[in-house]
């Protein structure tokens, strides 16, 4: 809010809606519902979210479930020559985010990553977790042989909770994240998605 000439009053508002909607406000809405410019409310949304992503950097010490998702477009919908362009299969030319959610404090930490390999994904591990914390995964390969005492559910075989183990409250994080992609902003650049 600081050196901002957006009265105070109008970031109370503004700040209220984002709080209060469960897949936040966009910010043709908030321009509408505040009276002011699309981009002094972009401004505000891009302030607002820094605002929230401030967390300590303490490891999660309860039981984590850890998992990945793409966002991106779907290649069905891409015209023919963006297609050409894309080489492989799956989630090509898509961004990926891998998550943690710590089941004791129902804190989420999401991280951007340039690739779902396993040097990636365990690194993220090592960073958001202590070394003695039980962490949850599907059976993707990028997840065998992290240090941390490990369980896993087989998704390959339609397997989704195995007592304890499963990814149910990440998985629903990312339903929530993909409601709010599809619902409100319907376009998130990778620039932007951190």
């Known amino acids: ?10 970031w109370a508002i503004g700040i209220y809606l ?9 910010s043709m809405k908030l321009h509408r519902d505040l009276g002011i410019s699309q981009p002094s409310a972009w401004f505000m949304m891009h ?3 820094e605002a929230w992503a401030c967390r300590d950097n303490d490891p999660f010490d309860g039981p984590v479930e ?28 898509m961004t990926a985010v891998v998550g943690a959610k710590c089941r004791e404090s129902n804190e989420v930490v999401a991280k951007v990553v340039p690739d779902t390999k396993k ?17 949850y995964t599907d059976d993707a390969k990028a997840y065998e042989g992290i ?9 390959s ?6 007592g304890m183990a499963h990814t149910n409250g990440i998985e629903s994080f990312w339903s929530m994240l ?17």
């Not at 809010?1 to 109008?10: C, T």
């Open 1 to 10: 809010m600081a050196r901002s000439n957006i009265p105070m009053r109008k």
């Open 119 to 135: 040097e990636t994904l365990q690194e993220f591990v090592d960073d958001v977790t202590d070394p003695d914390t039980v962490v």
């Open 178 to 194: 993909k409601r709010l992609h599809k619902g409100t902003f319907h376009k998130m650049s990778s620039k932007h998605l951190q």
């Open 66 to 93: 850890i998992d990945e998702t793409f966002f991106g477009g779907k290649r069905k919908n891409k015209s023919n020559s963006e297609r050409a362009e894309l080489t492989g299969r799956g989630a090509v030319d």
């Open 147 to 155: 240090p941390n005492p490990h369980q896993t559910v087989k998704h």
């Open 47 to 49: 302030r607002i979210r």
């Open 18 to 26: 984002c709080v209060t909607s469960l897949k936040s406000v966009s």
């Open 157 to 162: 075989v339609s397997q989704f909770v195995d």
